[in-house]
């Protein structure tokens, strides 16, 4: 059975709290799982979630402040220790190498060899998934220190309908073939094509955006997503202090989101300086730019798809 969800592992911003552990968050789709921004204590929070090494085929990593990789030793290790055989493709800014190698190899452990590096540089780049399920790509942010965003993209499918099937006299093993390729012809010589007997079912996207200003990145990779996780590390009567430090207001991820179109808005990577009476209004603050639903998230949260958008039926 297919899973499509987030698990968040950690939800906090550069200082952990006793609530809010630091970063990190399992993308799972269709048997793969994304793990985007370990940080410290992410091994653990796997743990409390119910998930294991065995669940990660991806690690993705936005920058190189210790909130978002220092968890990545224990991640590695882990991958090591359980035997996990399958491929992991490890993303990461290109320009940070120095640091991924650190990590990577940061103690005397039983070495793995199932990691893949893909390091990624330039405004945009999209990576290598072989036969998974879907794209992924990457887009430069706006940080202190080079950081990337995420864009995981299904390819669009079709939905048959079945009324036009039977109309066009398509029936049986005819109905695959014309799936498989596109038209079919009938016995009488009719040729039906895949367009007459069905619509466009779109595929389901999800954006990942971590330390940032606004930029032209963030609505690049926000534009029409289903689910857009971002981070909203203030409010916005700290936007001075947003701007300087390269992170959004929750004010200003209301605003992407409506601005591209998003299904479900996830804030998260909260900062220490607000306590848990002040939280709701990062919420409140999002609301007011965008009419959708919203998510505050907390630790070990899980955060379904939207469901599918509905076809279009022509």
């Known amino acids: 059975m297919s899973v499509r969800d987030l698990v968040v592992l950690g939800s906090a911003s550069a200082v952990p709290t006793k609530s809010r552990n630091h970063n990190g968050y399992l993308l799972r789709w269709d048997g793969h799982g994304l793990l985007f921004d370990p940080g410290e204590g992410t091994q653990r929070q796997m743990?409390?979630?119910?998930?294991?090494?065995?669940?990660?085929?991806?690690?993705?990593?936005?920058?190189?402040?210790?909130?978002?990789?220092?968890?990545?030793?224990?991640?590695?290790?882990?991958?090591?220790?359980?035997?996990?055989?399958?491929?992991?493709?490890?993303?990461?800014?290109?320009?940070?190498?120095?640091?991924?190698?650190?990590?990577?190899?940061?103690?005397?452990?039983?070495?793995?060899?199932?990691?893949?590096?893909?390091?990624?540089?330039?405004?945009?780049?999209?990576?290598?998934?072989?036969?998974?399920?879907?794209?992924?790509?990457?887009?430069?942010?706006?940080?202190?220190?080079?950081?990337?965003?995420?864009?995981?993209?299904?390819?669009?499918?079709?939905t048959m309908l079945p009324g036009k099937l039977a109309a066009k006299g398509v029936r049986g093993p005819l109905v695959g073939r014309l799936q498989q390729e596109g038209r079919v012809t009938l016995p009488d010589g009719t040729v039906v094509t895949l367009e007459e007997c069905s619509v466009r079912r779109p595929g389901q996207k999800v954006a990942f955006i971590m330390d940032t200003r606004l930029c032209e990145g963030v609505h690049e990779l926000a534009a029409g997503v289903d689910l857009l996780v971002i981070e909203s590390t203030f409010l916005d009567e700290d936007a001075a202090l947003a701007a300087e430090y390269g992170h959004l207001t929750a004010l200003q991820a209301g605003q992407v989101a409506a601005l591209a179109g998003v299904r479900r808005l996830v804030l998260t990577h909260i900062s220490e300086r607000y306590k848990a009476d002040e939280e709701p209004r990062f919420v409140e603050q999002a609301a007011a730019a965008y009419a959708g639903e919203i998510v505050l998230v907390h630790d070990l949260d899980r955060i379904a798809m939207p469901p599918r958008r509905r076809d279009s039926t022509p």
């Open 47 to 158: 743990a409390f979630a119910g998930v294991s090494a065995n669940d990660v085929t991806w690690i993705c990593v936005t920058h190189f402040h210790g909130d978002h990789c220092l968890g990545v030793p224990g991640i590695v290790q882990r991958i090591a220790r359980d035997g996990v055989e399958h491929r992991v493709d490890a993303v990461y800014p290109a320009s940070g190498a120095v640091y991924w190698e650190r990590l990577r190899h940061a103690t005397a452990f039983r070495d793995t060899d199932v990691i893949v590096e893909q390091p990624v540089s330039g405004e945009r780049m999209a990576l290598e998934t072989g036969d998974a399920p879907f794209s992924l790509s990457a887009r430069r942010l706006s940080h202190p220190v080079e950081s990337y965003g995420y864009r995981l993209e299904e390819p669009d499918g079709v």
